[in-house]
């Protein structure tokens, strides 16, 4: 294809910023850390399907990236089963993104055997078996309390929208200024959409976050959101220490 300032501009971000980024997460997924792996996966990727949408020729390597993604996200929320296999195949995924921007950008098209061979890897692991998921009504319960309102998610993996607005839906039934404490001990892993959708309340509800397992921290530290939500190792912990708050406050 002919040079064009906007594809060598987004090649070099891709180059410094992105590939990198997919690297670290890449060797995550072959230690095993499959939850921070894919957080960190998701944000370039995500931004590479976008960006490459709107670029004349390479529509393909956008429709190609959004399939990997959505596969990631069936690993992530665990709706596909997290087999060294279908882990095996999310690497290979995100490794051909790379190699069919690098196609088009070289000869005007992609391998499209090639690319057709991983989506319909894809599409077959994706739709075999898929795990039962708890309805969103079940895993965000509100628990009201005289200090303080708790929000206890039951679920095991918090990523899906339906989840996010399940949790919004009982975020926004709190009025302002209330003490808030999500209780994540029976959530083994937390996404960072459902971090920002916490931490789009931050700013009317004094907000904490307790029991929080290895892979909730990971992402919860890595994206910033302790900036706008305190971490307590347990309720207990939170417990006393608002007492203490209230207590100074009223002294």
Known sequence: MNADPMVEEFFAEVNDKYYPQ???????????????????????????????????????????????????????????????????????????????????????????????EILGLLKAAGSASPLERAPSSECVLLMPGE????????????HLEEHCAALEKQLERIKDDQNVVLDLEQALSFGSIAWECVAAHAGRLHIAATN????????????????????????????????????????
């Open 22 to 116: 997919v690297i670290e997460g890449l060797d995550m997924l072959e230690n095993g850390d499959i939850d921070p792996a894919i957080e960190i996966l998701a944000r370039p990727i995500h931004t590479i399907k976008g960006v490459s949408g709107f670029m004349a020729g390479f529509e393909p390597a956008s429709s190609f990236t959004h399939k990997v993604e959505d596969f990631l996200k069936g690993l992530q929320s665990s709706s596909i089963a997290r087999t060294p296999e279908n882990v095996d195949l999310a690497s290979r995924g995100v490794t051909a993104i790379f190699q069919v921007l690098e196609q088009i950008r070289e000869q005007g098209t992609l391998d499209q055997e090639e690319a057709d």
């Open 147 to 158: 200090k303080f309102q708790t929000i206890r998610i039951s679920c095991p993996r918090m």
């Open 212 to 251: 929080m397992h290895s892979a909730c921290r990971a992402v919860f530290a890595a994206w910033g959101f302790d900036k706008h939500i305190d971490l307590f190792p347990s309720l207990e912990s939170y417990t006393k220490a608002l007492a203490d708050r209230l207590e100074k406050r009223e002294a």
